[in-house]
């Protein structure tokens, strides 16, 4: 019992190490490198758990009405029938389910930078605190349309998912970690080497100082439109995995505190501006959250109020202490290597300075140091 | 007779704007937008909470406690977190998301205050309204006539604080420009205290209204948030006159529009009223960032008001 349990707190552990490092990647591609706050990754996941909810389960149950199957008429009431019907259906056709989960991510993909290219309409004009409000006025309004509009996500009741991975006979969350894993791992490479491309001093530069790259003629509102599109799209694949992990979609699921201010705070305490920080940040605040989590009852008996408060107020508390004690993250950002670039040859001098020119008092080390790079200089020549 | 729909219309509005003006005081006063700001009416709604239930006192003496408690915790939020991330060259960016941590964080204490009051108390303080504790004038509830004179009260005397006190003055010198005004000889920090206590002082007093026509739960402050910075963001968010025309107009949006909407549409647009605040401050940002200053100023500016002006003064 106690083993079952080990291993049950590590896949989950892992499982939600792999869906938040991607969402805190995404936001230290956007905050870190491109500064532009990006408060809407609610927004995103809400949107690609909408995307399975309101499509990808049609097209299942559409599918098992071609296969014969019994399906009750209501798209809510008769939802547990329904899933329980075409969970057994998928037992025996595994290819099926395989291919609709990579549907579900394909559209995720696709659709969510479709619709980052909507949410993008305020950055167009709005940059700063402006941005961070709109955004969570959106990430708000996703939840209210989310809970009174029926047919997006079975309303205050939700919606099932059908277990497509039921010709797998062992842990379906393992699977799944295992799959979320490797989707970080690929979108860590992507984003380490789009921040190490041209595009990525690009946008770096767009962190340091907008004016300026505005005043060299590089398009400032279209750089800012394109890191919110990939960002949303990558973050709607989250929202996918999630619903398939819970195999339940509702709107509430999609909480701004969960999916916005928790990858901030892994961001901000693991340190903007590169990606071990943000590893290292979300696989320290995934451990201690999901610890209590799984150690509710227990923590419990030492709190007389329930323990979800307890998590609300170490969330503000770690991002507080955070930002007064540790401003850079635990791991500050490091001038960026760009593999392929001489760097001797950006810092070599061309003309030798004499010493005794200098007013900084010089140690006897630093004038032989002098003296062998002039002979070398005129060797070279 | 008064009918009760223009009557919800007027407390909501007038708590609103009481709302508004404070968030707008801290906008101009610090440059942040400050999240934390409907926490502060929690603090109030759960201040008369104990004070009329636990304690069994009249609601209204919960106008200056909360007041008080407010103006204290906005003045301990910040000096312990606002000024420190400040003196360490914090962005706007980290000390807005510094306000929205304290958000979370306050929203939790509250929620673990109402827990506490229901294990002590056995009463149930996580859905209430205290219309029974309130007076009657002249068959009306009290709160109505309380809080538009409230309201205009607050309105008279922010205005002539800001334009005939020292103080005031200095307040709106530091708001143009803070190395200026400490130039003069203005104690920046002061004024910087001093705003944080009016604007949460005021917040937590508009809270403690709430009960009193309005069912309150933990989270109501959480909601009030993005009502007020609808408010402020359609008066202008750089303008506290603005933000009386803000508050009235989301206040008349919020009820008479749902109500109006409601007769037209069914009953099923009362769902998506806590939509209208974040669809006007989406609009307002989209469409005119300044608000309602900003269009009188475009319409100013714009060609036919022009050669109108100018043929005028052409003699």
């Known amino acids: ?40 990754s609610a927004v995103s996941v809400a949107f690609g758990g909408y995307i399975v909810s309101a499509f990808i389960l049609r097209l299942i149950f559409w599918i098992g009405q071609g296969a014969n199957i019994e399906l009750g008429p209501d798209w809510v009431y008769d939802n547990i029938h329904n899933v329980d019907m075409m969970t057994v259906f998928f037992k025996e056709h595994a290819l099926l389910g395989i291919s609709l989960f990579v549907l579900a991510l394909t559209l995720g993909l696709v659709l969510g930078t479709l619709f980052g290219y909507i949410i993008s309409f305020p950055a167009i004009k709005l940059q700063g605190t402006y941005l961070m409000i709109t955004l969570i006025a959106m990430s708000e309004a996703s939840q209210v349309i989310g809970r009174n509009y029926v047919p997006i996500s079975g309303g205050t009741l939700g919606v099932r998912v059908p277990n497509i991975f039921s010709f797998y006979e062992g842990d379906r969350s393992l699977l799944l970690a295992i799959i ?102 979300a696989l320290l605040v995934i451990s201690i959250r999901r610890l209590i989590i799984i150690f509710k009852w227990e923590l419990t008996e030492f709190f007389w109020f329930p323990v979800a408060f307890l998590e609300n107020i170490l969330l503000g508390a770690l991002l507080l202490v955070t930002m007064i004690f ?49 002979e070398r200089l005129k060797s070279e020549e | 007779m008064i009918p009760p729909l223009l009557m919800s219309f007027s407390v909501y509005a007038s708590l609103i704007t009481i709302l508004a003006i404070g968030y707008t005081l801290t906008y101009i006063i610090s440059h942040i937008p400050n999240f ?59 000390l807005t998301i510094a306000t929205l941590a304290i958000q979370i964080t306050m929203d939790a204490l509250i929620n673990i205050y109402a827990t506490f009051l229901r294990i002590r108390t056995e009463s149930w303080a996580f859905m209430f309204v205290l219309k029974l504790n309130d007076f009657k004038w002249l068959g009306y509830q009290g709160i109505f006539p309380v809080s538009l004179l409230l309201c205009i009260t607050i309105v008279i005397i922010l205005h002539l604080f800001l334009t005939r006190t020292k103080m005031g003055i200095a307040m709106r010198a530091t708001s143009e420009n803070v190395e200026l005004a400490q130039v003069v000889g203005i104690d920046a920090d002061l004024i910087q205290m ?43 968010i750089n303008n506290i006159y603005g933000a009386i025309i803000g508050g009235f107009f989301v206040g008349a949006t919020e009820i008479i529009g749902t109500t109006a909407l409601m007769y037209l549409f069914g009953p099923i647009v009362g769902e998506y009223r806590y939509m209208i605040p974040l669809v006007v401050v989406i609009l307002v940002l989209l469409l005119e960032p300044q608000g309602v200053p900003g269009i009188i100023k475009r319409i100013r500016d714009s060609t036919k008001f022009a050669s109108l002006y100018s043929r005028r003064r052409k003699w």
């Not at chain 1, 950002?333 to 900084?360: D, Q, T």
Request: glycine share 12%; aromatic share 14%; with cysteine.
């Open chain 1, 1 to 40: 019992m106690v083993e079952s349990t080990l291993v049950r707190s590590i896949i989950d552990i892992a499982m939600f190490f792999g869906l938040y490092v991607i969402l805190a990647m995404a936001l230290n591609f956007q905050f870190g490198n491109g500064g532009v706050p990006n408060m809407g």
């Open chain 1, 180 to 281: 979320t894993l490797s989707i970080g791992i690929v979108v860590f490479f992507i984003f380490s080497t789009m921040i190490n491309s041209p595009y990525g001093r690009l946008i770096r530069a767009l962190r340091e100082n907008e004016t300026t790259l505005n005043s060299t003629g590089k398009n400032v509102t279209g750089i800012r439109r394109n890191l919110l599109m990939f960002s949303s799209g990558i973050t709607s694949v989250v929202g996918v995995l999630i619903v398939f992990y819970f195999s339940y979609s509702t709107s509430s699921i999609y909480m701004m505190s969960t999916y916005t201010f928790w990858p901030w705070l892994m961001l901000l305490v693991g340190g903007a501006g590169n990606n071990a920080g943000t590893f290292l940040g």
């Open chain 2, 194 to 236: 001093l705003s944080w206590f009016i604007t949460g002082g005021l917040a937590s007093l508009s809270g403690t209204l709430f009960p009193l026509w309005f069912e309150c739960n933990p989270s109501t402050a959480n909601r009030l948030i993005n009502v007020t910075m609808a408010g402020s963001l359609f008066g202008g």
């Open chain 1, 326 to 374: 540790k401003p850079n993250g635990l791991i500050p950002e490091k001038s960026l290597y760009i593999p392929g670039l001489k760097y001797y040859k950006l810092i070599r001098e061309s003309a030798p300075v004499s010493w005794r020119v200098s007013h900084e008092r010089r140690s006897l080390l630093d004038i032989i140091q002098f003296w062998r790079r002039k």
């Open chain 2, 36 to 94: 934390a700001h409907g926490t502060y009416a929690g603090l109030g709604i759960y201040t008369t909470y104990t004070l009329t239930r636990v304690m069994r006192f009249n609601p209204y003496i919960s106008c200056p406690v909360g007041f008080v408690v407010g103006g204290i915790m906005g003045l301990i939020l910040y000096i312990i977190v606002i000024k420190t991330l400040r003196m360490m060259g914090g962005s706007l960016i980290v």
